[in-house]
Nanobody, 125 residues
Framework: QVQLVESGGGSVQAGGSLRLSCVAS????????MGWFRQAPGKEREGLAT???????RYADSVKGRFTISKDNAKNTLHLLMNSLKPEDTAMYYC???????????????????WGQGTQVTVSS
């Protein structure tokens, strides 16, 4: 069973930065997609960034140039560095994963079947 645990959320002033982490366990195959998603109250879950098992990265337009996804394979940890944060970035942030043969991972949430508990990010103006 794949388990994902997020950390690094918190409160930050607009324009500030946060670095989220997601520790993954239970993987038996390196052919997987991992991604960061967020959901604000009353809104649908939004894909932010994904990275494949061969390190192909995709970003949603809303975070291009501000967020950076990376992974440390040795530590089995996914990161999301968030710069230039805005109040509209306030949401619960989730790490997700799905085993697949895709080299280019979807930014839509539908295919992902493993989810962490989430970490709250609050950006004040």
């Amino acid at each position: 069973q794949v388990q994902l645990v997020e950390s690094g959320g918190g409160s930050v002033q607009a324009g500030g930065s946060l670095r989220l982490s997601c520790v993954a366990s239970g993987y038996t195959d390196r052919n997987y997609c991992m991604g960061w998603f967020r959901q604000a109250p009353g809104k649908e879950r939004e894909g932010l960034a994904t990275i494949s098992g061969v390190a192909i990265i995709r970003y949603a337009d809303s975070v291009k140039g501000r967020f950076t996804i990376s992974k440390d394979n040795a530590k089995n940890t996914l990161h999301l560095l968030m710069n230039s944060l805005k109040p509209e970035d306030t949401a619960m942030y989730y790490c997700a994963a799905v085993l697949s043969g895709w080299g280019l991972c979807p930014v839509e949430s539908g295919p992902y079947d493993h989810w962490g508990q989430g970490t709250q990010v609050t950006v004040s103006s």
